[in-house]
């Protein structure tokens, strides 16, 4: 949150990106009517039904109906719909950093701790190796067909880094010199 004369605002939480390993199996029932999309952070309206945080907070700013039966609505009438939530968590995603050769397969419920740890991560590289890693990484903006791929296969030097604590220091050393070396 952040301070601004004298009131609290909330910074906006940035979608996370969620991998459905078989979007085909997860219900009709759990997509929002607004973005189209598996719910995140559902919210059930008094008439039972329910939509992303963001997309029925946007919707109530221009309309004050719901927008399936347009019955009136207020964003204080809605609630957290944690049931629904705990379903979709449950469903099977992959870690949004698998084009970078993460492997990792597991609930949606757990993908939060696990980006958090995770060793693709780029807020968890150290500088000397984010640059190079970007200039590696694909461009995760193009589509893949709606087909999760097998997990791409480290650069070598994310794969050194990975091997363990020589490697790390050495490799740390060996850009570290490379780019404070003057070119001739």
């Known amino acids: 949150m952040t301070k601004r004369r004298g ?7 940035e979608p996370e990106e969620r991998y459905f390993l078989n979007p085909e199996s997860v219900s009709s029932h759990l997509f929002c009517s607004i973005c189209q999309d598996v719910f995140n952070q559902p919210y059930r309206a008094p008439c039972g039904h ?17 927008p399936e039966d347009r019955k009136s609505l207020q964003l204080h009438q809605m609630h957290h719909d ?28 757990m993908l ?24 590696n990484t694909p461009d995760s903006n193009v589509a893949d067909d ?5 997990p791409a296969k480290p650069s070598l030097m994310m794969r050194l880094f990975r091997s363990g604590d020589s490697q790390k220091s050495l490799l740390k050393t060996m850009f570290e010199d490379k780019e404070n070396t003057p070119s001739t």
């Open 7 to 13: 009131k609290e605002q909330k910074v906006p939480e």
């Open 82 to 109: 944690f049931i629904v939530e705990n379903i979709i968590g449950d469903q099977m995603v992959a870690c949004p950093f698998r084009k970078s050769g993460c492997d990792f397969i597991g609930q949606l419920q």
């Open 50 to 66: 329910s939509f992303c945080k963001a997309c029925i907070t946007s919707w109530l700013r221009n309309s004050k109906t719901c």
């Open 146 to 150: 709606e087909v999760l791929s097998s």
């Open 112 to 135: 939060k701790s696990h980006k958090k740890s995770c060793e693709f991560n780029p807020n968890n590289l150290p500088e000397f190796l984010k640059m190079k890693e970007k200039e």
